[in-house]
């Protein structure tokens, strides 16, 4: 399987992004998997922005509730992170992760720049 991250960008403080990540090859379906959006900051190790389990309950880092929306579309084995209200320090590689009891597979990250 691969999983592939695109939406990534530059934007203004305050503004939106939409950044999606579609599963291929084989097996390619996301439906009994958690999946799930992480991200890292030049410097800074990875972590969590957003997970999504396999029932559809969510979980967000404290930093970015009540700004970002994590969801999924199994029929297009895709996942999605709406982004609202951004700040500069949102500013990092996003990565997209599939995950199952203890195998994960990462896709390739996109690039989010949010400008002051």
């Known amino acids: 399987v691969q999983l592939q991250a695109s939406g990534g960008g530059l934007v203004q403080a305050g503004g939106s992004l939409r950044l999606s990540c579609t599963a291929s090859?084989?097996?390619?379906?996301?439906?009994?998997?958690?999946m799930g959006w992480y991200r890292q900051a030049p410097g800074k190790q990875r972590d969590l922005v957003a997970v999504i389990n396999s029932s559809g309950a969510t979980t967000y880092a404290d930093s970015v509730e009540g700004r970002f929306t994590i969801s999924r579309d199994n029929t297009k084995n895709t996942i999605y992170l709406q982004m609202n209200s951004l700040k500069p320090e949102d500013t990092a590689v996003y990565y997209c992760?599939?995950?199952?009891?203890?195998?994960?597979?990462w896709g390739q990250g996109t690039l989010v720049t949010v400008s002051s």
């Open positions: 992760k599939r995950s199952i009891l203890n195998s994960s597979v």
């Open positions: 090859g084989a097996p390619g379906s996301i439906f009994r998997f958690n």
